[in-house]
Nanobody
C-alpha cells in the first residue's frame, strides 16, 4: 500500500493551495484519512482528518480556512487551504488507516510529505 501526496508549493500569504493524496495497493478499504504537518523545529501535528463515514476533525489553527474532503471511490483525500499564513509553512504528510488485503488488518500509512511554503 502506498500514499502518494501532491500539490505543495510556494504561495504568498492570503493565497490558496490544494493538496491531494491517493492510496493505492492491495487493500479492502481506507478508514480515516487525513493530513498532518511538521514545521522546522516543531513536532508533527494534526491538521485535519476525514473518516469513511464522513466525520471531520480540524486543528483549531486551520478551522475556517482549510477544508478536507474525500473521494471514497478513488481512495483519495484532499486538503483545500485558503487564506494561507506564513505560519502554515511546513511539510504536509498524508496519513491513512487502511485495511489491507488479504489479512483484513488495519495498518497506518504515511505519504512522502509535500512542502508548503507561505511567504509574507
Amino acid at each position: 500500500v502506498q500514499l502518494q501526496a501532491s500539490g505543495g508549493g510556494l504561495v504568498q500569504a492570503g493565497g490558496s493551495l490544494r493538496l491531494s493524496c491517493a492510496a493505492s495497493g492491495s487493500m479492502f478499504s481506507s478508514n480515516v484519512m487525513g493530513w498532518y504537518r511538521q514545521a522546522p523545529g516543531k513536532q508533527r501535528e494534526l491538521v485535519a482528518t476525514y473518516t469513511s463515514g464522513g466525520s471531520t476533525v480540524y486543528a483549531d489553527s486551520v478551522k475556517g480556512r482549510f477544508t478536507i474532503s474525500r473521494d471514497n471511490a478513488k481512495d483519495t483525500v484532499y486538503l483545500q487551504m485558503n487564506s494561507l499564513k506564513p505560519e502554515d509553512t511546513a511539510v504536509y504528510y498524508c496519513n491513512a488507516k487502511i485495511v489491507i488485503f488479504p489479512s483484513r488488518v488495519e495498518n497506518p500509512y504515511w505519504g512522502q510529505g509535500t512542502l508548503v511554503t507561505v511567504s509574507s
